[in-house]
């Protein structure tokens, strides 16, 4: 049995609408093309982002950013500044947006069930003074990705709901999953204690800055 005769049936977008029919007025009318008050007191006190971007092929990827609560900002209503912090400097997205420069954002604050959505543009600086504005720990980013805003707006916290993400009681799910040195041990079929190499994993996260 080939993978095409196992894939399932492709939905045309009028399927799509048809099916799901038309958002309410009010639905669409919440949709910003700027940062109001609201968003700008989200983004303050959000301290994580999921950032999706794809390439010129439409190859695309999602990556999470991190930090204490405001490490993005808003330099004004239309435009947002969003630290490099180290990582794992496979730089995905800025292949990407070097290639395509829609941004997709998802802000995301503990506990709370709404969301910020922000979509629009975005380009790499190393523009001292945003920089300046990133420090923490006596450290500036060596870069920042500056988003043009092009929409805001929050969403309905129903998937949170339905997921039990911040119910304490979901976190007995991680119990299910293989440990991170499990994991990296198997994947890259190193001979090493799996326990071992989560200690080293634990001194890399301590290394944030």
Not at 26 to 39: G, P, T, V
Request: proline share 7%.
């Amino acid at each position: 049995m080939t993978h095409a005769s196992t894939r399932p049936r492709r939905v045309s977008p009028d399927e799509v609408r048809a099916r799901l029919g038309e958002p309410e007025d009010m639905i669409k009318a919440k949709i910003l093309d700027h940062i109001d008050r609201h968003s700008r007191r989200f983004i303050a006190h959000a301290p994580f982002l999921t950032m999706a971007t794809a390439d010129a092929a439409g190859h695309a990827d999602c990556s999470p950013r991190g930090d204490y609560p405001g490490f993005v900002k808003v330099l004004d209503e239309r435009t947002l500044a969003i630290p490099d912090r180290p990582g794992n400097k496979i730089a995905d997205s800025f292949r990407n947006l070097a290639e395509n420069d829609g941004i997709g954002l998802l802000f995301l604050i503990p506990g709370m069930r709404e969301m910020l959505r922000v979509n629009g543009h975005a380009y790499p600086t190393d523009e001292p003074d945003v920089l300046a504005r990133m420090q923490t720990e006596a450290k500036k980013p060596e870069l920042a990705l500056v988003v043009d805003v092009s929409q805001a707006y929050f969403h309905c916290g129903r998937a949170l709901i339905r997921s039990r993400l911040w119910d304490p009681a979901s976190q007995a799910l991680a119990d299910e999953i293989a440990s991170p040195g499990e994991i990296v041990a198997d994947q890259l079929g190193l001979d090493i204690d799996p326990k071992a190499l989560e200690r080293l994993l634990v001194d890399s996260y301590r290394k944030l800055y």
